[in-house]
């Protein structure tokens, strides 16, 4: 089986809205609703998973400085499928589709060729022993 990152998306602007124009009382109840239904579709894929996490703040790297950015990211599963259309197809109908306007992005992790995977390693251990 091959593995695919996939990453949750929720534009930030649809957030503040949804913030904005939605009672606390409702907006708790429709979080609770949500966490329940993500907690279910996790337990029900949960053979497929093999790593899931939150997404924090976010740090850009660029030639000339560091800083800090917002993006739309805000959650993200690897798995594991037999294709990149079975492994997409496991996220159709999964609770976060239900936030106007979110995404997920189901990505293929390819191999690495076997020489690329040991020098990689090689270059690890350099800088831990340096470290």
């Known amino acids: 089986m091959k593995k695919f990152f996939a990453l949750f998306a929720i534009p930030a602007a649809a957030v503040e809205n949804w ?3 939605t009672d606390p009382a409702k907006a708790k109840a429709m979080s609770d609703d949500m966490m329940k239904a993500w907690d279910k579709w996790m337990k029900d ?3 497929d998973i093999v790593d899931k996490g ?3 703040k976010t740090k850009r790297v660029t030639a000339q400085k560091v800083s800090d950015v917002r993006n739309d990211l805000n959650f993200y599963v690897i798995v594991k499928a037999d294709s990149h259309e ?3 197809e496991l996220f159709e109908g999964h609770p976060h589709l239900q936030i106007p306007e979110s995404s997920v992005e189901v990505m293929d992790i ?3 060729p076997a020489q690329e995977r040991r020098d990689s390693a090689q270059d690890r251990q350099h800088r831990h022993a340096h470290a």
Request: hydrophobic share 35%.
């Open 45 to 47: 894929h949960e053979k």
């Open 86 to 88: 079975a492994a997409a």
């Open 19 to 21: 913030k904005k124009t």
């Open 54 to 56: 939150p997404l924090g």
């Open 110 to 112: 390819p191999e690495m």
